[in-house]
C-alpha cells in the first residue's frame, strides 16, 4: 500500500470499508470462470466477444497430467453446423489458447495455442444440435484480455 493511501485511510477510517471492497471487488472471479458458469452464445457464427481472464481460477477440465494450469474461462454453445472456426486474438492476456470440449468433457476436441499473439483453431466434425463448450486461457500468471471471434 503507497504512503499517500495509507495517509488517507488514517485520516478518516470510515473509508476503510470502501477500500476494502474495491480490493476484493477488483480480484473478483468472472462468472464464467468454470463449466457450470459457462456464457451462452446464442450463435456460433460471426459472434464476437471481449473476454478476461483477470480474477479466473485455474482448471483441470482437459488439462493432462504433468501440464500446468492457468486462468481460464468459458463459453457455451449449441452446434448449427458440423464446422466451427475459432480465433482468439490478444488485447492484454500473454500467448491466449482456445480449447473445444465435447457436452460431457469426456474429450477435449482440440486445443490450439498461438505464438502469443493469438490461435486459431479450425474443427469439421462437430454434431448438429449438440452443445460444445470452449475453454479461453492464457500463460499461468500472465492474465488479461482478449478477443474471442466465432
Known amino acids: 500500500?503507497?504512503?499517500?493511501?495509507?495517509?488517507?485511510?488514517?485520516?478518516n477510517s470510515s473509508l476503510i470499508p470502501v477500500f476494502l471492497f474495491l480490493s476484493f471487488a477488483s480480484n473478483a472471479q468472472p462468472p464464467n470462470d468454470n463449466p457450470t458458469g459457462a456464457t451462452s452464445l446464442l450463435h456460433a457464427n460471426n459472434t464476437v466477444i471481449?473476454?478476461?481472464?483477470?480474477g479466473a481460477t485455474t482448471s483441470d477440465v482437459g488439462v493432462p497430467?504433468?501440464?500446468?494450469?492457468?486462468?481460464?474461462?468459458?463459453?457455451?454453445?449449441?452446434?448449427t453446423s458440423t464446422v466451427v472456426i475459432?480465433?482468439?486474438?490478444?488485447?492484454?492476456?500473454?500467448?491466449?489458447?482456445?480449447?473445444?470440449?465435447?457436452?460431457?468433457?469426456?474429450?477435449?476436441?482440440?486445443?490450439?495455442?498461438?505464438a502469443n499473439t493469438y490461435s486459431r483453431l479450425m474443427y469439421n466434425n462437430l454434431t448438429v444440435g449438440?452443445?460444445?463448450?470452449?475453454m479461453v486461457d492464457?500463460?499461468?500468471?500472465?492474465?488479461?484480455?482478449?478477443?474471442?471471434t466465432i
Open 65 to 79: 497430467p504433468g501440464l500446468t494450469r492457468a486462468n481460464s474461462v468459458w463459453y457455451k454453445f449449441t452446434a
Open 130 to 134: 449438440q452443445n460444445y463448450y470452449i
Open 86 to 114: 475459432m480465433l482468439v486474438v490478444k488485447l492484454s492476456a500473454n500467448d491466449p489458447a482456445v480449447r473445444l470440449f465435447n457436452d460431457d468433457f469426456s474429450f477435449n476436441v482440440s486445443r490450439i495455442r498461438g
Open 50 to 54: 471481449t473476454g478476461n481472464t483477470t
Open 1 to 11: 500500500m503507497n504512503k499517500f493511501l495509507k495517509k488517507l485511510l488514517l485520516c
Open 138 to 148: 492464457n500463460n499461468p500468471g500472465q492474465p488479461g484480455a482478449f478477443r474471442l
